[in-house]
């Protein structure tokens, strides 16, 4: 079946621990965006890339880094940076037609910083 | 820079009450107009869509939506809630950042609860 595989569901890091987020898709879907979904704030975009090699900064991207080296994948690092890292972290992909941003959910990645 | 409001925080209903949750949109060219469901457990899912033409919109699970210009709204309704309608619920709006398109704002989302 299509999808977006994220990976791992649970991960627990310790303060000043960069970790990795992966996204995978099997959708051929050009678009691919990361979201931080926190109670009360809904859904603000991480960062996005609207084609393989490229990506651009979403409106919380301090203390996060991507990278889009293939189609399928898109990779989301969280730096030591990033004050407050706690949060469900929510990747999807688009293959519509531009403006037709009919976006494809995966079941998020929940991270915890102890 | 575009922005999308939604009204109500938590939302608690009784079966087969009525359903209206508010959403309003700032940008001042063509949208595109969405609503997503996050079910208990599930994966984000479009609820249903406005791109163009008849400004009033049906989705899955008898959910509609009423998109108003000249308020800049898009507001979700249902005429008789179930149970399983307990959810949160996103409105999202297409906008353009730094040139390019392709970027979807969401809203701080509803939750609501459906008493049985």
């Known amino acids: 079946d299509g999808g977006i595989t994220q990976s791992p569901k649970y991960l627990f890091r310790k303060e000043g621990q960069n970790v990795t987020l992966s996204c995978e898709q099997n959708?051929?879907?050009?678009?691919m965006y990361w979201y931080r979904q926190d109670p009360g704030q809904g859904l603000r975009l991480i960062y996005y890339s609207q084609i393989v090699n490229d990506f651009q900064k979403g409106d919380i991207a301090e203390g996060y880094s991507v990278s889009r080296e293939k189609k399928e994948s898109f990779p989301l690092t969280v730096t030591s940076a990033q004050k407050n890292p706690t949060a469900f972290y929510l990747c999807?992909?688009?293959?519509?037609?531009?403006?037709?941003?009919?976006?494809?959910f995966g079941a998020g990645s929940r991270l915890t910083v102890l | 820079a575009q922005s999308v409001s939604q009204h109500n925080h938590h939302v608690i209903l009784s079966e087969a009450a009525s359903l209206e949750l508010g959403c309003n949109y700032s940008y001042g060219g063509t949208v595109n107009l969405f609503w997503y469901v996050q079910y208990p457990g599930q994966h984000l899912q479009l609820l249903l869509k406005y791109f163009s033409g008849d400004p009033l919109v049906k989705g899955i699970k008898g959910f509609e939506a009423e998109f108003i210009k000249s308020k800049f709204s898009f507001n979700l309704r249902k005429p008789s809630v179930q149970w399983s309608d307990t959810a949160e619920y996103f409105c999202?709006?297409?906008?353009?950042?730094?040139?390019?398109?392709?970027?979807?704002?969401f809203g701080t989302g509803t939750l609501l609860a459906v008493q049985p």
């Open positions: 999807a992909s688009n293959g519509g037609d531009s403006g037709a941003n009919v976006l494809t």
């Open positions: 999202a709006v297409n906008g353009r950042y730094g040139g390019a398109t392709n970027k979807l704002i």
């Open positions: 959708l051929n879907h050009d678009a």
